[in-house]
């Protein structure tokens, strides 16, 4: 069996300044922690339910259980948003951490290559001012060979310090990358410790859900397996039926409208069998259903005189002809409102305030009145019921 994996072993760098293998981990956790937060909006979207109002009990009871499921699942979420919050506080203490440790170390970094340089370039100069020493010793110039002797020696001096200085930096730099290298790998087993738990979490939540969903869809089932023995009664033939014995209005179609020519209507008057009576009415009406008001009223008078000699088939024929109404019951008295003089044999003079009596209201505005014994057109609208 391979033995397990450490987060210690497996994320180091060779260049000193670079931290990869830490971004990289930092990465894996912010990963896992967008991952949670996928997994609870996949739980909130699972606890909505949707409305069933056209079923009835079974229906409901499978609504109920919708609303059990997810009280379940929003606990389930509770619980995952703690472990999420737990998680986010214990890697920012470390990250905190890390942060400080690695700006340490870089910082002391760049001073100790700095002091390095400082050393080395002391180093040189030392050397320069020795050889000068001894070449200007040779030349047996006393004064040049007592400067020359005190500037290799300050150049000396100040070597000695650039590498005491240098020296202690070189410790210091140790010193704090031990404890660098010590804080990575508390750091490593810290961050693979939650990321085992977070695996293992959002392992068995999901497996929880699954099983969750799997006995509401059996439970479901069920219900609605009722619902289908209750539809396996219903006959639709029956349910038609009843529907035409209850709402039916008649079980034949219309007769056809038989077309039935004016002129085919024959209305025999008394004493003249056979003859049709519209027939010598038709001549006289043929101006007043076709010319202007003048004539219409003319060809109504003529009517009028010819109707009230004739029997009451013979004047309901011909009125119903030329659209003219009847009154239907007795004669009432009217009332002048204005003067009108005959333009026309067939009309009558009325003065102002002249009672009259109507015997026939024409569509065309020129009714027959009577008044006086005598009778005529004259225009309806200067007539006032009384």
């Known amino acids: 069996m391979m033995p397990q994996l450490q987060f210690r ?29 996928d997994v609870e909006d996949l739980l909130r979207q699972s ?6 109002d056209s079923l009835k009990q079974q229906i409901e009871n499978v609504g109920s259980l919708h609303i059990q499921l997810a009280l379940a699942l929003r606990e389930e979420l509770r619980s995952l948003e703690e472990f999420r919050e737990r998680q986010k506080e214990q890697r920012k203490k470390y990250e905190a951490m890390m942060d400080r440790m690695q700006k340490s170390k870089v910082s002391l970094y760049k001073k100790t290559m700095e002091s390095k340089k400082t050393y ?12 000068a020493f001894e070449r200007i010793s040779t030349s047996g110039n006393q004064k040049q060979v ?20 240098y020296r202690q930096n070189i410790e210091q730099l140790e010193k704090v990358r031990a404890e660098w290298e010590q804080e990575h790998r508390t750091t490593c087993e810290a961050f693979q410790l939650q990321e085992f738990d977070r695996l293992t979490i959002l392992r068995n939540s999901l497996w929880v859900h699954c099983n969750q969903l799997s006995m509401q869809c059996v439970k ?16 639709v033939d029956a ?20 077309y039935v020519s004016y ?10 069998p056979g003859v049709p009576a519209s027939c010598g009415m038709i001549k006289r009406f043929s101006g007043l259903l076709h010319g202007n008001p003048k004539t219409t009223a003319n060809a109504a008078l003529a009517a009028s005189t010819e109707t009230l000699t004739s029997t009451p088939e013979r004047n309901e024929a011909v009125y119903a002809a030329i659209a003219v109404k009847d009154t239907g019951a007795p004669t009432k008295d009217y009332r002048a409102l204005y003067d009108y003089r005959a333009q026309n044999p067939d009309e009558l003079d009325i003065s102002t305030g002249d009672i009259m009596e109507v015997i026939l209201e024409g569509e065309d505005g020129w009714w027959t009145v009577e008044r006086n014994g005598q009778r ?8 006032e019921k009384l």
């Not at 080395?120 to 050889?131: I, L, N, S, T």
């Not at 479901?220 to 219903?234: A, M």
Request: overall charge negative; charged content about 35%; proline content about 5%.
């Open 146 to 165: 007592e400067k020359s002797q005190n500037k290799a020696k300050q150049c000396k001096d100040s070597a000695i310090e650039a590498d005491r200085v």
């Open 47 to 52: 606890s909505l339910r949707a409305s069933f």
């Open 220 to 235: 479901d089932d069920e219900l609605y397996e009722e619902v289908r023995l209750v539809l396996e009664g219903c006959n």
């Open 9 to 37: 072993d497996a994320f180091w760098c060779r260049d000193f300044t670079a931290h990869a293998g830490y971004e990289v981990l930092l990465q894996r956790l912010l990963d896992g922690r967008k991952m949670c937060k």
């Open 120 to 131: 080395e370039q002391k180093c040189r100069d030392a050397d320069e001012a020795e050889q």
């Open 376 to 383: 005529g057109f004259v225009p309806g609208s200067y007539l």
């Open 239 to 258: 349910d038609i039926d009843g529907f035409i014995q209850a709402k039916s209005t008649g079980t034949e179609p219309p007769a056809p409208v038989p």
């Open 263 to 272: 002129y085919d209507r024959e209305v025999t008057p008394s004493g003249s």
